[in-house]
């Protein structure tokens, strides 16, 4: 099992370009999330999902886009890069909703210009 | 808004001594776990405790709850120089659960 997947690892953007972060996972959950994680304030919640076609949103939704087609795959788009969104994106995913144990990919390194 | 606050945000200790690190959080929780993370990796899950326990342990680990206080800590016993990492609290509220994170504690053991 691969567990959760994200790709890409790192990306330098500019400031205004929009791109997608992938995150598929392979152990059949329900519940997948997406955090961004910055020095000083922990993790904080983007947009989840808790089945194919439902999502929502988290703590700090602004500026990100999801979709959940098939409830393997639930990828996080960055409409119009800021230099606000330079951090690193963890993609998890839980067997037991929301609260349950989250399994996390490595991560996306994200810079903007 | 943080749910969860983690003290001390930095801990260095020698092997073999124990460390302790501490949660605290705001609104009542259905359950609260704990995560570490090693550099440049992601995050992985040690260990979940429900709002009804009040203490659990997991090899070297023990967590405790206090739902009064609303507080909990991790004790990590005889600790390794491989247990440096981040360690991070996550709650899970009862109202419209899902997981909120603190913003860690970082342990460096020295060997």
């Known amino acids: 099992n691969a567990g959760v997947t994200q790709t890409p690892k790192f990306q330098v953007l500019k400031t205004g370009q929009s791109m997608t972060l992938q995150c598929a996972q392979d152990?059949?959950?329900?519940?997948m999330s997406w955090y961004r994680q910055d020095p000083g304030m922990g993790l904080r919640l983007i947009h989840y999902?808790?089945?194919?076609?439902?999502?929502d949103q988290g703590e700090v939704p602004n500026g990100y886009n999801v979709s959940r087609s098939t409830t393997e795959d639930f990828p996080l788009r960055l409409l119009s890069a800021a230099p606000s969104q330079t951090s690193v994106y963890f993609c998890?995913?839980?067997?037991?909703?929301?609260?349950?144990?989250?399994?996390f990919g490595e991560g996306s390194r994200l810079t903007v210009l | 808004s943080q749910q969860g606050e983690e003290d001390p945000q930095a801990l260095s200790i020698q092997e073999g001594e124990n460390a302790t690190m501490n949660c605290s959080y705001k609104?009542?929780?259905?359950?609260l776990q704990w995560y570490r993370q090693n550099s440049g990796r992601g995050l992985v899950h040690l260990i979940l405790?429900?709002?009804?326990?009040r203490e659990k342990h997991s090899g070297r680990l023990r967590v405790t709850l206090d739902t009064s206080k609303k507080s909990s800590s991790l004790l990590i016993t005889a600790s390794r120089a491989a247990d440096t990492a981040s360690y991070f609290c996550?709650?899970?509220?009862?109202?419209?659960?899902?997981?909120?994170f603190g913003q860690g504690t970082e342990l460096s053991v020295k060997p």
């Open positions: 152990m059949n959950h329900e519940y």
């Open positions: 999902s808790v089945g194919a076609g439902i999502t």
């Open positions: 609104t009542s929780i259905n359950n």
């Open positions: 996550a709650t899970a509220r009862s109202q419209g659960g899902k997981l909120i």
């Open positions: 998890a995913s839980s067997r037991d909703r929301a609260t349950g144990e989250l399994f």
């Open positions: 405790i429900r709002s009804n326990e």
